[in-house]
């Protein structure tokens, strides 16, 4: 499963969700044309973007990719369909030797030295931890049946 900051995005999703919801529940409070203009005659929203990108930049010097790895919708459906893929990133746990230089070149994060197939939410096929593997044919793209599950994998 997932840890608390990998399931950020679907935390958020559901929370958006559960708001959007309870809008469309009472819609006799909502004036939409007098919220619209009333924040867009502001320099609201101005302000609230330049926060926003301010406060992405400095994440960004703790985490890498902040906005990718934890709130962009888009990941959210490609992270649920990538459990069901049938193309993925195998690791030959016989000829690994656990150097984690994988783990190192791999942009999300994601500890492929540690699964025997690469079934995560956050993968993004770039293929840079193949790249840098020295032993030849351990980590390799392939076809996999989806609903097998791997003893090892997260």
């Known amino acids: 499963m997932c840890t608390l900051l990998d399931c950020l995005q679907y935390i958020l999703a559901i929370i958006i969700v559960a708001n959007v919801t309870a809008t469309f529940v009472d819609l006799s409070n909502i004036n939409a044309y007098k919220t619209f203009t009333y924040w867009m005659n502001g320099k609201f929203v101005q302000s609230i973007a330049i926060a926003i990108m301010a406060s992405f930049l400095i994440i960004a010097l703790f985490f890498e990719r902040p906005f ?12 649920l369909a990538s459990f069901t893929r049938f193309f993925t990133i195998k690791r030959n746990v016989h000829t690994c030797v656990q150097c984690k230089k994988c783990d190192k070149a791999c942009p999300m994060n994601i500890e492929i030295s540690t699964n025997s197939l ?15 593997c020295p032993v030849v044919d351990t980590l ?13 994998n997260s």
């Open 68 to 79: 990718c790895n934890y709130f962009c919708s888009e990941g959210i459906r490609y992270g």
């Open 118 to 132: 690469v079934r995560n939410a956050q993968c993004i096929n770039c293929f840079k931890c193949i790249e840098v």
């Open 140 to 152: 390799s793209y392939g076809k996999v049946n989806p609903l097998k599950k791997s003893k090892d």
